[in-house]
């Protein structure tokens, strides 16, 4: 029996399995890997405090937000940014001494 992968017209996969008769049946593909969001790199990361100013600030201008707010909660965005890499970016620094002096067993 052959197998063929692909993708429909909005991009669902499906698997179509060919018989010797040459009859089709169509079942959804489920060898899907599961992708799990990683929070604890992506709240240290730059680039998604960046995201969220960029994605912040023409909102409040849309509203009519006088540019003496938007430029105070962009800079309140950025600075809690910052505080939460560098909670994180110890937090790991911590983790790591812990592992190296203790064995790995907190000991």
């Known amino acids: ?5 692909g993708d429909d017209y909005f991009g669902d996969h499906y698997s179509t399995d060919i018989d010797a ?6 079942q959804p593909q489920t060898d899907f890997v599961e992708t799990k969001i990683n929070w604890k ?7 998604f405090w960046a995201l969220v100013v960029g994605f912040v600030s ?3 201008l849309a509203f ?6 938007v430029t105070q909660v962009a800079a309140i965005i950025a600075a ?3 505080v939460v890499a560098y909670l ?5 620094v911590d983790a790591s ?6 064995g790995g067993d907190g000991k």
């Not at 001494?97 to 203790?102: C, E, F, L, M």
Request: hydrophobic share 30%; glycine share 14%; charged share 20%.
């Open 58 to 60: 023409p909102l409040l």
């Open 64 to 69: 009519g937000v006088g540019e003496n707010v």
């Open 1 to 5: 029996m052959a197998n063929y992968y």
């Open 21 to 26: 008769e040459n009859t089709t049946e169509i």
């Open 41 to 47: 790199q992506k709240l240290s990361s730059r680039k």
């Open 88 to 92: 994180f970016a110890e937090g790991m």
């Open 80 to 82: 809690g940014g910052a």
């Open 97 to 102: 001494r812990t592992d190296t002096a203790g």
